[in-house]
């Protein structure tokens, strides 16, 4: 995967902008190998962040307001 397909992932993660410049400064300034571990690491956690988020979200449209 080259640095060019590692940046278009990280722009399509859900995760903050200060996020995805800290990423791109990987993928810039690591090999590629480890960018991709790291870059790869960031998406399932960020997967399972907004897994997390929707089920929040869920939950609150069934639970009345105190």
């Known amino acids: 995967m080259g640095k ?4 278009g992932l ?3 993660l859900p ?14 300034n690591l090999d590629e190998q480890a ?3 790291i870059i ?3 998406k399932d956690r ?3 962040l907004d897994d997390l988020l929707q ?12």
């Open 15 to 28: 995760v903050p902008d200060d996020v995805k410049s800290l990423a791109k400064k990987v993928i810039k």
């Open 46 to 48: 960020s997967k399972k």
């Open 40 to 42: 790869v690491e960031l």
């Open 10 to 12: 990280v722009d399509s």
């Open 55 to 66: 089920i929040m979200k869920q939950s609150l449209k069934h639970t009345p307001v105190l």
């Open 35 to 37: 960018a991709v571990l």
């Open 4 to 7: 060019t397909r590692l940046n």
